[in-house]
């Protein structure tokens, strides 16, 4: 069974943890992929389960059936087959629960983040489109029935808004099939991964994205190292993390040169920019006392913290913005038909 749309990160979450715990049972891989695909019965997880038990229980490894499927990620796939190979499956699928645990609350954030700017973005448009349309048409009666008309940014204001009401379908056409695309994107994750795939190929090496995939790569090396890897492999496995990202990659590719050359890897990491300095140094540290893996993990933590934390700020800055341009543009709006309408009422009275 082929798909061409991956597991959402709430789901993978969901099958690492649960399997972890029965391997922890000592549930084989199989059982336990039978066990949770009665749990889900009915559900669109269901099929995907008993697939990969089936699979197993023919003889496949778990990162094969989880290849097969094309639902998980090849870093998931990857980390499957380490874990297998160093005989830690179930470190390596807690490590992975966790790791997608991190990524479902970023998703969650930016999700609620954005929901509220485009609410408002919708009301500021609705305004402006009711000033425009109705209201000017009213200003532009009284100016007719003082024997005037109205000029300047008014009358353009004016004759924008009569535009907008001969073509009004076609605009309200335009708002419905943008919440629709806006609801299609919301509820198809393909069309999600997609844009997300080109955001990060695009801009995903700058800015608030790469802080976001900076605590990914330091979750995929702690991963990594927790699963027996050595330090080039669990390089190798946050490169494949960071897959859509080619800024992400050619760094990468700098400091996997690095470390052939005989660098340490906090060294090649900062050398590369691939982590902040301050965390490099903290891992030099946490490298020479042999809880290397360990202080990885906190990176990962205090990173995915961070960028939660700049998310927020950013986020808190578009209501007032917003704000701020609606009452300038309302105000503008009225005072451009206001002013000359009083001068004419002072002049008559």
């Keep these: 069974m082929r798909t061409k749309t991956y597991l959402r990160s709430e789901e993978i979450e969901w099958i690492c943890r649960e399997l972890a715990l029965l391997l922890h049972a000592g549930v084989s891989v199989a059982d336990g992929l039978y066990l949770m695909a009665a749990?889900?019965?009915g559900s669109a997880l269901g099929?995907?389960?008993?697939?990969l038990g089936r699979m197993t229980d023919e003889g496949a490894t778990l990162s094969q059936a989880a290849e097969q499927t094309g639902c998980f990620p090849h870093s998931v796939s990857a980390l499957f087959a380490v874990g297998q190979m160093t005989g830690h499956l179930e470190e390596v699928l807690s490590g992975l629960s966790e790791q997608y645990r991190q990524q479902a609350r970023m998703t969650a954030?930016?999700?609620?983040a954005l929901l509220y700017p485009a609410a408002l973005g919708l009301v500021m448009l609705a305004v402006l489109l009711l000033l425009l349309v109705k209201v000017l048409p009213l200003f532009e009666k009284t100016y007719a029935s003082l024997g005037g008309q109205?000029?300047?940014l008014a009358g353009g204001l004016s004759r924008i808004g009569g535009m907008?009401?001969?073509?009004?379908?076609v605009v309200l056409l335009f708002?419905?099939?943008l919440l629709l695309g806006a609801g299609v994107f919301l509820m198809v994750p393909a069309w999600r991964q997609k844009l997300s795939r080109f955001w990060q190929r695009?801009?995903?090496?700058r800015g608030l994205s790469w802080k976001q995939n900076q605590a990914r790569l330091a979750m995929g090396l702690a991963l990594g190292l927790r699963a027996g890897m050595t330090e080039e492999e669990a390089l190798y496995l946050g490169k494949e993390i960071l897959g859509d990202c080619a800024g992400a990659q050619e760094r990468c590719g700098i400091c996997s040169a690095l470390l052939l050359q005989g660098q340490p890897l906090t060294s090649a990491l900062e050398q590369a920019e691939l982590l902040p300095v301050r965390e490099c140094r903290i891992l030099a540290l946490a490298r020479k006392s042999g809880a290397f893996d360990r202080a990885m993990e906190e990176t990962a933590l205090r990173l995915e913290e961070q960028s939660a934390n700049a998310l927020r700020r950013r986020m808190g800055l578009v209501e007032p913005v917003m704000v701020i341009v609606l009452s300038l543009l309302t105000g503008g709006i009225l005072l451009s038909v206001m002013l000359p309408l009083m001068q004419i009422l002072s002049a008559l009275g």
Excluded: K
């Excluded at 954030?109 to 609620?112: I, K, Y």
């Excluded at 907008?164 to 379908?169: A, C, E, I, K, Y």
């Excluded at 695009?202 to 090496?205: D, E, N, P, V």
């Design 39 to 41: 749990e889900e019965q």
């Design 47 to 51: 099929p995907v389960l008993s697939e």
């Design 109 to 112: 954030a930016v999700r609620s």
């Design 150 to 152: 109205m000029t300047g």
């Design 164 to 169: 907008l009401d001969r073509s009004l379908p």
């Design 175 to 177: 708002l419905i099939l």
């Design 202 to 205: 695009r801009r995903g090496h």
